[in-house]
């Protein structure tokens, strides 16, 4: 029996993934190059060249409808095909600073000297034309494409990491339920090894005592030491889990906070077995399964 077969169709998606697109035309080349690393919410930043700035907002919200969780970077990169310059300068504003820097000479002498040159560094002296400004209004529908297709890519490249990651989970968890047959066919043999050692103990320090143990008492004190050493309801409730785990596997859609929750609560499990495990096999089978637990949480953490 293969994991998809004893765990149904692993729907899970990674939080890695890189994805690119690119288009030429007699107008511009474009390239959209977008890729996503582990964060536990959706954390979006992006880099576009000054002419696409105003349209930031419109392209990171397909990113927005479309991913859940993950520190994800967009970077778009633009090159105008024009034979006229894309700027041109304001010869208004320009004058306008001269102006004033002349004024500042007055005042410091030739400490307030600034070259020309440094001037076309100041706001508003190199203006976009306005051909420039329409030409990137008409890129937007082929902008919106190539995000959409790199973040198919990007997706599709999550979802593959995504059945890996599912693939090892599920062999973790069939470890667990394998490793936890044994505190459920040990419970009753520690009970009863319990219960021949504390009667030959009290009865090696009763000899030469004329006093007797009653079964009552001795019924009384394994009854204790079993309440005391039960594991059945974390046996019940980390398989509970597990099965709640399967289905977060199974089921559409980003799941992977709920996942986390439930390996945190199989954590919880795991370490009140181990405070009331006294049999060796008991205890070296929890440690096993804490081992298990900690490889799926290793692969939670990156699960969208």
Same mark, same amino acid.
């Given at each position: ?92 504003? *320009? /004058? ?5 820097? @002349?004024?500042?000479?007055? &005042?410091? $002498? #030739?400490? %307030? ?124 409730? *980390? /398989? ?5 785990? @399967?289905?977060?596997?199974? &089921?559409? $859609? #980003?799941? %992977? ?48």
């Amino acid at each position: 029996m293969t994991c998809q077969d004893r765990f149904g169709v692993n729907m899970l998606r990674s939080m890695t993934g890189f994805g690119r697109a690119e288009s030429k035309d007699d107008n511009a080349i474009l390239l959209v190059e977008i890729r996503s690393v582990n964060n536990r919410f959706l954390k979006l930043s992006s880099k576009l060249p000054e002419p696409l700035l105003p349209y930031q907002e419109r392209l990171e919200k397909i990113l927005k409808n479309r991913l859940s969780r993950g520190s994800v970077f967009m970077e778009i990169e633009y090159k105008s095909i024009q034979e006229t310059p894309g700027f041109y300068i304001n010869l208004e504003t *320009l /004058k306008g600073y001269y102006r004033s820097i @002349e004024e500042l000479k007055k &005042e410091l $002498g #030739p400490e %307030g000297d600034v070259p020309l040159a440094a001037l076309f560094s100041l706001p508003g002296i190199c203006e976009r034309t306005k051909s420039q400004e329409n030409n990137a209004d008409a890129l937007v529908p082929t902008l919106e494409r190539l995000v959409d297709s790199a973040l198919n890519e990007l997706i599709n490249m999550r979802t593959q990491e995504g059945k890996v990651l599912g693939e090892e989970i599920t062999r973790s968890k069939e470890r667990i339920l394998k490793l936890l047959k044994v505190p459920e066919e040990r419970a009753h043999e520690v009970v009863s090894g319990y219960r021949d050692r504390l009667r030959k103990r009290v009865s090696n320090l009763l000899k030469g005592v004329e006093v007797e143990l009653s079964d009552n008492d001795l019924a009384r004190e394994v009854a204790f030491f079993a309440e005391r050493s039960d594991v059945t309801e974390e046996v019940a409730r *980390l /398989k509970s889990h597990i099965g709640q785990l @399967e289905d977060a596997i199974n &089921e559409e $859609g #980003p799941s %992977g906070r709920r996942q986390e929750f439930l390996v945190q609560e199989m954590f919880r499990e795991a370490n009140t077995m181990g405070s009331k495990a006294t049999d060796g096999d008991m205890l070296r089978a929890i440690i096993d399964i804490k081992m298990e637990i900690e490889k799926i949480k290793e692969q939670v953490f990156n699960v969208e």
